[in-house]
């Protein structure tokens, strides 16, 4: 198959993986059944016919509103649909180009390619829901952390250097947050279990360069979103940033460039 139509593919595939995440975003965090009923609109519990659930093209077709009763669909229904697409189209190509984590590019098999896929969406999973409802469903982490074991045992080369490294991943992260959590407050339970499923996949070395990369890019969100207060005078205000998002960002970008990181960084401690 010519690779412009394996990519058209994959982004099909992605808008109709895309559109049932949008039901995952829904339902998990607020503990429905993703299975039944079928799709509804959630503001007159009409229920919605296929025509009308079609990815990307119903929403455009019914221009934003439910057929029923004329209430306005989030756009966030479209975009995590496209976001998916985008995902399963767009990831092939990078992992080809740029191997993963502890993965050379020129030892990529298509396996490695489908890890990669659902590691990305489950990723995206989490930061939409956490961002939206400070909740990480435990689904989304016992998923990491079965597909970090599959991981562990089917991928050749491997992304955790092996299973031993992947056992001490799956504690230390997440002990760190738990001690914070219970002593400090700041990071939740579904904090300690994503960490656990990250460091699986990761092997302990890979999960503490996707713990700097978190904190890094946290950093950088809160001074600025700090900054942006202060210019609107309204630093009073106490807002709670839920960290799944940034080790959700951490864990992406370890996926790929984790293990130049750790060489780049250890680079610096050689004896001369
Ligand atoms: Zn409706």
Redo the contacts with the bound molecule.
């Keep these: 198959m010519p690779p412009i139509l394996i990519t058209v593919f994959l982004f099909v595939l992605g808008l109709v993986f895309g559109s049932f995440f949008n039901v995952l975003i829904y339902r998990l965090p607020r503990e429905l059944s993703i299975v039944k009923p079928g799709s509804f609109?959630?503001?007159?519990?009409?229920p919605i016919a296929w025509y009308d659930n079609i990815p990307l093209l119903s929403w455009l077709i019914l221009r934003g509103r439910?057929?029923?009763?004329?209430?306005a669909i989030s756009l966030r229904y479209p975009l995590v649909e496209l976001m998916t697409g985008i995902i399963f189209a767009g990831v092939p190509p990078l992992v080809k180009a740029v191997g993963l984590a502890n993965v050379p590019a020129a030892g990529v098999s298509p396996l490695h390619i489908a890890f990669a896929i659902i590691f990305i969406s489950i990723l995206a999973l989490v930061l939409i829901i956490d961002l939206e409802h400070q909740i990480i469903p435990d689904e989304l982490s016992v998923a990491l952390f079965v597909l970090g074991w599959m991981a562990v045992f089917a991928l050749r080369p491997p992304i955790s250097p092996g299973w031993v490294s992947s056992l001490i991943g799956m504690f230390v992260l997440s002990l760190f947050f738990l001690a914070f959590a219970l002593l400090l407050g700041g990071f939740g339970l579904g904090d300690v279990k994503l960490a656990v499923g990250l460091g699986a996949f990761f092997g302990w070395q890979l999960l503490v360069v996707a713990a700097f990369l978190s904190f890094a890019v946290g950093g950088v969100f809160a001074i600025s979103f700090a900054l942006y207060l202060m210019s609107q005078r309204k630093l009073k205000a106490r807002i709670a940033i839920p960290f799944g998002p940034y080790l959700a960002i951490g864990a992406a970008l370890t996926l790929f460039i984790g293990d130049r990181l750790l060489v780049w960084y250890l680079s610096f401690f050689r004896p001369v």
């Design positions: 609109c959630p503001s007159c519990r009409h439910c057929r029923h009763c004329g209430a």
